[in-house]
């Protein structure tokens, strides 16, 4: 791979040991994926922040890093809501490591916003066009296809190095050769809010690490923000799908050619549900990804003035809970708990929850793996009225 001279410096160890590794990460990433060099990244969003991932090896080789960032960081989800964790019921002994996780990035200069939408609380991270080293595989999938940046997904490892060289290495999603459509995703029948995560789920499975391409039904209305989050994040989870297009809503590919096509329809949706009912649930867990504002306000209107009667959890950034008290305030009188910088995948606390009910595709495929729990998938009305015992 060609490195400029300023990078050889680096990577020969001219400006300290720490940036050394790091280059020698970002090359042997580069030399292996056929990249001719690096690029500059506009911002980084780093994994491997949750204790119950990383471990006592993680937080070693964290600790062990000096210097700062040099572009925008920010984290994925920790194990715990750094604030209210004793209440989520993490132990101490976790805590204590979990803080020393947040604390050695807080040292690198990185932002502790731990959050899986980074597009929600901050504008500046990403545009289209943007080259950038993300790591979330939601997020991942929402910067190359809604927003119309460029990244591929990376590990812990590569991100960090990302984030102190501020370069990546200019292979897979970087480049227009594998950003063109692989599936043609013909979808018939009316799909409501809550069925992009089950369409997005089903769609993963069959197409691993393609590239669909959406066409939806023509009288069906235009999918939102919010629908495209869920359904870039079921994908990306029961399969590997990193980028995606819908017809006339999202950037459009670089171009059409002979697309393997899919049919799907209501019948096909309605099975992924039945396949996950709500029997023997004993909690919910919404915000998988991240909630954002206009999906509190829902949660909020939907639970105001009434009482749970199953633990809920409600999992967001914490800047997007902090800009908006109120609608905290309605949903915690309900008894409904609104945890920050955390998720119900990757804190160890859901693993007492029994069997929990979901409105993502994305926990319900990584829920039974990850924490040992079943999963119920459902709309968001479905799921709160199970919470406040109408079903
Ligand atoms: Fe985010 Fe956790 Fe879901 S990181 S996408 S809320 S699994």
Known sequence: MYLSREEEAIYQGEKGETLRRMMEILVALGDS????KLVPVRSVQIAGVSYKNIGQAGLEWISDLRGTVAVPSILNPAGMDLCRWKEMGIDEDFAEKQQQVIDAYRKL???IDCTCTPYQIYDSL???GDHLAWSESSAVSYANSVIGARTNREGGPSALAAALVGKTALYGYHLDENRR???RIEVEGDLRGSDYGALGFLV?????DGVPFFRLPG????????????????????????LYYVEDVTPAPPSLGEEERICLGRKDIDEVYAAHPSEGVRAVALGCPHCSATELERIARLLEGRKVKKEMWVCTARKTAEQNPHLVRIIEES?????????????PASERLGKIMVN?????????????????????????DLALGRR
């Open 126 to 128: 990403a545009g289209p």
């Open 219 to 242: 009288l069906q209305a235009q999918p939102s923000r919010k629908d495209l989050k869920a359904l870039g994040a079921s994908m990306a989870a029961s399969g590997s799908v990193a």
């Open 181 to 183: 459509p692989t599936h």
């Open 360 to 384: 993502s595709g994305k926990a319900l495929a990584y829920l039974p793996g990850l924490a040992g729990v079943k999963v119920g998938l459902g709309s968001l009305e479905e799921c709160i």
């Open 204 to 208: 993963g499975g069959m197409v691993r």
């Open 335 to 347: 008894g409904a708990r609104v945890y920050c910088d955390t998720c119900m995948v990757v804190s």
């Open 109 to 111: 200069g990185v932002a």
């Open 33 to 36: 994926y056929g990249a001719e």
